[in-house]
């Protein structure tokens, strides 16, 4: 009898000590309140962030994009780019089944980029990048493109994901919006349009230990400060895009823990010498720099977003791919200002037209309203038109703007080069307004430049010449706040404001 | 009789084309949202394109004969944004719009309408303050500053009620409402029932007035008996038609309180397609929620002039 008393304690250390490959059961309710209400859950016709977050944790992609910006294996076991960087090659799992128990193989991943690339589709143009994408054998694919695209496996992670050609012949495209399925951690149970969708565990998720929790609860609450009543009241657990006022008031609360970061996107005044800035002053160099110096954006950030904001030096911002840290803001100096003007041959200062959206961003009419006082200071007369977001975007994208103009563009890949594409592309962009010759070339090598050291050195380059010929006045990037309960663990968002939930569970 | 339908009906009509007219054209006024749809990073040629997928490069009127022609046979085309029918998208948000609207109804009429009787009969009593006090209160308090107060106090401070969404409970088959229901109910409801505080009170009071209540005291009748056979029954005529124009205002008035409440109705959904500029679901949520209202006041109307032979006769 002693014997077999030792021998249990005994017994219990050896199981203890083996390794754990037995995973916790998930456990529990997560319940994340949204913005918005997703118009879809499903990666190719998601609108906005809302329904891209949501729709991420049924679906897995080739491959993720870790929280350091490296690319690791998910569907893809490993892969292999061709020599001049227009091939990759993708192994892929062979143990991964969709929701419905169908198997994931290279016809799904065929299947997912037709449909993808489709006319109908939101996000069809991060599909159609794949110039084709080509079945070797049941588990081996080749996606090429038509040069090398250093962005390739960011974009495979941001909005490629994996649905199941068997199941979406079966219930067709509306079938499939009403009933999606993916491989992800979790599977989809309900939706309850403008109410709630309610996710479950996916018990057979192919990466084991995950997710963590049992049941996910999405629930749209479009007011913000509902959303600050519902994490204090404990009705939700975690809430995203609080404005810092809303913030503040949750400090001290037991029951509630704020989650700041920065968020990739910038907030800018662009020059145009396109269309409405051709032979305007702002043509010079000199003057653009004047127009950066002349503006306060310490003040503002102070002022009109109580402090929670980064100055910013160019269009690469801290997170981004290549930053360059020793880049700095202007700053504000409007003695400096006036003999850049002066300079530049414009003493006196000059009249130029301003436009600006009405209701699109935080305090971002008073933003421009501050930038028309401080331009006013050093000589320049801006008249400021502040107009409908709606219309203003139309005309934006028409080119039909004043010379002046504020806007503000966000990036979910963790690299620049789209944002600056799209502002800087010239006449082959929509929302570009401005055209240089030598940014055109840089940004063409970056475009090709798989290598990453390579690469962040030309985005160096970039940097310093955009503070030489700004094509903006350059603003701030902005904080984002979010509150969750304290019990919530785990819960990384990105600088995208993106988020996986896999992982988070509950104490 | 029929004529006074028939007119009625014909009026309808003509206010619902104006409603089609207004609404198609109000919203090409902000331009196409095609700039919306696409991504920062499409070409202009990607633009076009799209413009062209989805008809916004015809002419206008070509747009709008187009848009009247489904119109009229029900089809409102598929939302921008949700690539869904837009009629099965209001289907799917209505019962809890209905609900919502009901509820308000029912706390304004309950409320109301008892305190106006009150305080009619009895001027200058301290029900008669009460209710002119409940009166002026319902039709000044801005709805979504008492939303948000409501949230504060009920659901934040004292936890009775949830500070957000719908809950039903299933029975048989039907989906019951719960307490989620009561701060957007009050809050919506409340305009309504200082409306309908007024209204009764001064119906009641003019009642009063008339000479057949004068006489029916004057025969010696009942207090009791005038009141429900005398001027309730008189001042019941016109309230039918302003709970028919009420119950319309509250089925198509919820933007703000849907919104802060979160509550999955039509409201909800129509402040989110004007932000997303789903032209589409806009014109069809603003097409039906004027078939309602006008439908109600042409119900009230039909219903007032069956009451009242004054006002069928005076066609």
Same mark, same amino acid.
């Given at each position: 009898?002693?014997?077999?008393?030792?021998?249990?304690?005994?017994?219990?250390?050896?199981? #203890?000590?083996?390794?754990?490959?037995?995973?916790?059961?998930?456990?529990?309710?997560?319940?994340?309140?949204?913005?918005?209400?997703?118009?879809?859950?499903?990666?190719?016709?998601?609108?906005?962030?809302?329904?891209?977050?949501?729709?991420?944790?049924?679906?897995?992609?080739?491959?993720?994009?870790?929280?350091?910006?490296?690319?690791?294996?998910?569907?893809?076991?490993?892969?292999?780019?061709?020599?001049?960087?227009?091939?990759?090659?993708?192994?892929?799992?062979?143990?991964?089944?969709?929701?419905?128990?169908?198997?994931?193989?290279?016809?799904?991943?065929?299947?997912?980029?037709?449909?993808?690339?489709?006319?109908?589709?939101?996000?069809?143009?991060?599909?159609?990048?794949?110039?084709?994408?080509?079945?070797?054998?049941?588990?081996?694919?080749?996606?090429?493109?038509?040069?090398?695209?250093?962005?390739? #496996?960011?974009?495979?992670?941001?909005?490629?994901?994996?649905?199941?050609?068997?199941?979406?012949?079966?219930?067709?495209?509306?079938?499939?919006?009403?009933?999606?399925?993916?491989?992800?951690?979790?599977?989809?149970?309900?939706?309850?349009?403008?109410?709630?969708?309610?996710?479950?565990?996916?018990?057979?998720?192919?990466?084991?230990?995950?997710?963590?929790?049992?049941?996910?609860?999405?629930?749209?609450?479009?007011?913000?400060?509902?959303?600050?009543?519902?994490?204090?009241?404990?009705?939700?657990?975690?809430?995203?895009?609080?404005?810092?006022?809303?913030?503040?008031?949750?400090?001290? #609360?037991?029951?509630?823990?704020?989650?700041?970061y920065p968020v990739d996107r910038v907030y800018y005044i662009t020059f145009n010498n396109l269309t409405s800035g051709?032979?305007?002053?702002?043509?010079?160099?000199?003057?653009?720099?004047?127009?950066?110096?002349?503006?306060?954006?310490?003040?503002?950030?102070?002022?009109?977003?109580?402090?929670?904001?980064?100055?910013?030096?160019?269009?690469?911002?801290?997170?981004?791919?290549?930053?360059?840290?020793?880049?700095?803001?202007?700053?504000?100096?409007?003695?400096?200002?006036?003999?850049?003007?002066?300079?530049?041959?414009?003493?006196?200062?000059?009249?130029?037209?301003?436009?600006?959206?009405?209701?699109?961003?935080?305090?971002?009419?008073?933003?421009?309203?501050?930038?028309?006082?401080?331009?006013?200071?050093?000589?320049?007369?801006?008249?400021?038109?502040?107009?409908?977001?709606?219309?203003?975007?139309?005309?934006?994208?028409?080119?039909?703007?004043?010379?002046?103009?504020?806007?503000?563009?966000?990036?979910?890949?963790?690299?620049?080069?789209?944002?600056?594409?799209?502002? #800087?592309?010239?006449?082959?962009?929509?929302?570009?307004?401005?055209?240089?010759?030598?940014?055109?070339?840089?940004?063409?090598?970056?475009?090709?430049?798989?290598?990453?050291?390579?690469?962040?050195?030309?985005?160096?380059?970039?940097?310093?010449?955009?503070?030489?010929?700004?094509?903006?006045?350059?603003?701030?990037?902005?904080?984002?706040?979010?509150?969750?309960?304290?019990?919530?663990?785990?819960?990384?968002?990105?600088?995208?404001?993106?988020?996986?939930?896999?992982?988070?569970?509950?104490? | 009789?029929?004529?006074?339908?028939?007119?009625?009906?014909?009026?309808?009509?003509?206010?619902?084309?104006?409603?089609?007219?207004?609404?198609?054209?109000?919203?090409?006024?902000?331009?196409?949202?095609?700039?919306?749809?696409?991504?920062?990073?499409?070409?202009?040629?990607?633009?076009?394109?799209?413009?062209?997928?989805?008809?916004?490069?015809?002419?206008?009127?070509?747009?709008?004969?187009?848009?009247?022609?489904?119109?009229?046979?029900?089809?409102?085309?598929?939302?921008?944004?949700?690539?869904?029918?837009?009629?099965?998208?209001?289907?799917?948000?209505?019962?809890?719009?209905?609900?919502?609207?009901?509820?308000?109804?029912?706390?304004?009429?309950?409320?109301?309408?008892?305190?106006?009787?009150?305080?009619?009969?009895?001027?200058?009593?301290?029900?008669?303050?009460?209710?002119?006090?409940?009166?002026?209160?319902?039709?000044?308090?801005?709805?979504?500053?008492?939303?948000?107060?409501?949230?504060?106090?009920?659901?934040?401070?004292?936890?009775?009620?949830?500070?957000?969404?719908?809950?039903?409970?299933?029975?048989?088959?039907?989906?019951?409402?719960?307490?989620?229901?009561?701060?957007?109910?009050?809050?919506?409801?409340?305009?309504?029932?200082?409306?309908?505080?007024?209204?009764?009170?001064?119906?009641?009071?003019?009642?009063?007035?008339?000479?057949?209540?004068?006489?029916?005291?004057?025969?010696?009748?009942?207090?009791?008996?005038?009141?429900?056979?005398?001027?309730?029954?008189?001042?019941?005529?016109?309230?039918?038609?302003?709970?028919?124009?009420?119950?319309?205002?509250?089925?198509?008035?919820?933007?703000?309180?849907?919104?802060?409440?979160?509550?999955?109705?039509?409201?909800?959904?129509?402040?989110?397609?004007?932000?997303?500029?789903?032209?589409?679901?806009?014109?069809?949520?603003?097409?039906?929620?004027?078939?309602?209202?006008?439908?109600?006041?042409?119900?009230?109307?039909?219903?007032?002039?069956?009451?009242?032979?004054?006002?069928?006769?005076?066609?």
């Amino acid at each position: 009898m002693k014997k077999l008393k030792l021998v249990f304690p005994l017994l219990m250390l050896v199981l #203890l000590s083996l390794p754990c490959t037995v995973f916790a059961a998930p456990q529990g309710t997560l319940r994340v309140g949204l913005s918005a209400m997703p118009n879809a859950i499903d990666l190719p016709m998601s609108s906005e962030r809302n329904a891209h977050n949501v729709s991420w944790q049924i679906y897995d992609p080739l491959v993720w994009t870790d929280d350091t910006g490296k690319s690791v294996p998910a569907l893809a076991e490993s892969w292999t780019v061709s020599k001049d960087g227009t091939a990759y090659t993708f192994k892929l799992r062979k143990d991964v089944v969709f929701h419905n128990g169908e198997p994931f193989n290279a016809d799904a991943v065929v299947f997912s980029w037709k449909r993808g690339s489709g006319t109908k589709m939101q996000w069809k143009d991060k599909w159609a990048m794949a110039e084709s994408v080509k079945k070797i054998d049941d588990y081996t694919v080749t996606i090429s493109t038509k040069g090398p695209n250093p962005l390739m #496996l960011r974009m495979l992670s941001e909005y490629w994901a994996m649905v199941p050609p068997k199941y979406h012949a079966e219930v067709g495209e509306n079938g499939f919006q009403k009933h999606p399925v993916g491989t992800g951690p979790f599977v989809f149970k309900q939706w309850k349009k403008g109410d709630r969708i309610i996710f479950e565990a996916n018990p057979n998720y192919w990466q084991k230990g995950f997710p963590k929790v049992k049941n996910l609860i999405f629930r749209p609450i479009p007011e913000s400060a509902t959303r600050v009543a519902a994490i204090k009241t404990g009705e939700i657990d975690i809430v995203t895009r609080l404005s810092a006022e809303e913030a503040d008031s949750l400090k001290g #609360l037991s029951n509630v823990m704020l989650k700041t970061y920065p968020v990739d996107r910038v907030y800018y005044i662009t020059f145009n010498n396109l269309t409405s800035g051709k032979g305007k002053p702002t043509e010079n160099p000199l003057v653009r720099q004047a127009m950066n110096y002349a503006v306060d954006v310490d003040a503002i950030i102070k002022a009109l977003l109580n402090g929670h904001g980064h100055p910013i030096a160019g269009f690469v911002t801290s997170g981004n791919w290549g930053y360059d840290k020793d880049n700095k803001p202007f700053g504000y100096d409007p003695e400096k200002a006036k003999q850049l003007l002066a300079k530049a041959g414009f003493p006196d200062g000059f009249e130029i037209d301003f436009a600006a959206p009405i209701g699109a961003y935080t305090n971002f009419e008073q933003v421009c309203e501050a930038i028309q006082g401080y331009l006013e200071a050093v000589g320049i007369k801006a008249n400021l038109d502040l107009m409908e977001s709606g219309k203003y975007w139309n005309m934006e994208a028409k080119k039909e703007l004043p010379p002046l103009f504020g806007d503000s563009w966000s990036e979910a890949t963790g690299e620049a080069l789209p944002r600056l594409k799209g502002a #800087l592309g010239g006449m082959k962009a929509s929302y570009s307004a401005w055209s240089d010759p030598k940014i055109d070339d840089l940004l063409e090598k970056i475009g090709t430049t798989v290598d990453d050291d390579a690469r962040a050195k030309l985005y160096v380059e970039l940097q310093g010449y955009m503070m030489e010929n700004p094509p903006f006045i350059y603003l701030y990037q902005p904080i984002t706040f979010e509150a969750m309960n304290p019990k919530v663990k785990d819960y990384k968002p990105r600088a995208a404001e993106n988020y996986y939930l896999k992982g988070t569970y509950l104490e | 009789m029929q004529r006074y339908i028939l007119s009625r009906l014909i009026q309808s009509f003509i206010m619902l084309v104006g409603v089609l007219f207004i609404v198609f054209f109000m919203l090409q006024l902000t331009g196409d949202p095609v700039a919306l749809m696409v991504s920062r990073n499409a070409s202009p040629e990607q633009v076009e394109e799209l413009r062209e997928e989805l008809g916004f490069n015809r002419p206008v009127m070509v747009q709008f004969a187009d848009f009247v022609s489904k119109a009229v046979r029900g089809d409102f085309g598929m939302s921008l944004r949700h690539h869904q029918p837009a009629m099965e998208l209001i289907l799917e948000r209505l019962p809890a719009t209905v609900e919502l609207a009901s509820m308000a109804l029912l706390f304004a009429m309950v409320v109301g309408i008892p305190l106006g009787l009150l305080g009619g009969s009895n001027p200058g009593s301290i029900w008669d303050t009460l209710a002119r006090g409940a009166g002026l209160i319902g039709q000044t308090i801005p709805n979504f500053w008492l939303a948000l107060i409501l949230i504060m106090v009920f659901a934040v401070g004292l936890g009775w009620f949830p500070s957000f969404g719908r809950e039903t409970r299933q029975f048989m088959g039907l989906a019951l409402p719960t307490k989620s229901v009561i701060l957007p109910a009050f809050a919506l409801g409340l305009f309504t029932m200082g409306q309908l505080v007024r209204f009764t009170r001064s119906a009641v009071l003019e009642i009063k007035n008339e000479d057949f209540v004068r006489t029916a005291y004057s025969k010696g009748l009942a207090d009791r008996r005038i009141y429900i056979k005398h001027i309730l029954r008189n001042a019941a005529i016109p309230l039918i038609s302003i709970l028919g124009v009420q119950f319309g205002y509250l089925l198509s008035g919820s933007i703000y309180i849907e919104t802060i409440f979160s509550w999955p109705g039509l409201g909800n959904l129509l402040a989110e397609s004007i932000g997303n500029r789903d032209f589409a679901l806009v014109q069809a949520i603003a097409f039906f929620t004027s078939l309602v209202v006008v439908s109600l006041n042409l119900t009230a109307d039909i219903a007032y002039g069956m009451a009242d032979p004054r006002i069928r006769y005076g066609e």
